[in-house]
């Protein structure tokens, strides 16, 4: 019983962590994009 709990909780860890990586992805690549875009318009 013990063991089923840790594994759905480890499974559970697993994909929270997936989606954490995926959200700092996004960050990653949606974040320096209106940045740049700002900054080109500001050299301009």
Do not use: D, E, N, Y
Request: hydrophobic letters at 60%.
């Amino acid at each position: 019983m013990i063991q089923l709990a840790w594994r759905l909780h480890l499974s559970c860890h697993h994909r929270t962590r997936r989606k954490a990586m995926r959200s700092i992805l996004l960050w990653m690549i949606g974040v320096p994009i209106p940045v740049i875009i700002l900054i080109w318009f500001f050299m301009h």
